[in-house]
């Protein structure tokens, strides 16, 4: 039987056609896939109840790595980086995913800063059995800028007009893109807007560790404060275009 016809007689000649919004279909299906929705999803975690998925670490004083049970994007918690107030003043965490392909890769999080004055760091590692590259992507609260570690350890500011808001209840989407089998940045998105970093390579150190791929979420603060940071809805994807 066609669709939007009786259920009787013949109407060989009707046909039903629909448009679905895949994004629309993956929130209603509470998928956690409906921002940039680019690439293979080859991981994901909400990041709201637990833990174990990740390595944990920290430096300074007050420094911790918490569940948060008390603010979320959209899940029932999330997980609070308190970043030390002295030393190296940071709190991260970090993923090792095996090594599927060379190919484009992303990292997504979702990203909360609760505190000014400190940085937000998303990281990818890889490793080739030979070498290391590391790809960071810096965002600094103090000075809203956009910085990409690179090449020789250059820094270079791409960005310094953002403008994230501490005081209120506002998430960003950050995902970073990096190509593994051409060494280099393909292209960093926050929210609405994309910067191209094709012209730019990893940091690149020997390492004979057995190949695969890390990724780093870091919150770095001043010395003398604990400025704090949350996540929630972690995608790992291959494939990228």
Known sequence: M????????????????????SAELAAR???????????????LDKCDDSLSPWGTSTAG?????????TESYRHHGSIELTAGSDGAASAWIYHNIPLVNLSKVGSEITWRPLSAGHMFY????SYDGTNQYEYYVIIHMFSDEIQVWHDASVITKVDDALAFETYTEEWHKIKLV????????VRLRIDDTTYDLSAYGPVVSANAAVPFVQVTFRNVGPTGNNPEALLNDFIFTIDEP
Do not use: C
């Open 2 to 21: 066609s669709r939007g016809y009786p259920d009787w007689g013949v109407d060989t000649g009707a046909f039903g056609a629909f448009d679905i919004d």
């Open 122 to 125: 998303t990281e990818i590692r």
């Open 29 to 43: 299906l509470e998928s956690i896939v409906t921002y940039d929705r680019l690439g293979k999803v080859a991981l």
């Open 61 to 69: 004083a007050g420094a911790s790595v918490a569940l948060n049970a």
């Open 178 to 185: 990096v190509d593994l089998a051409n060494n280099k940045y």
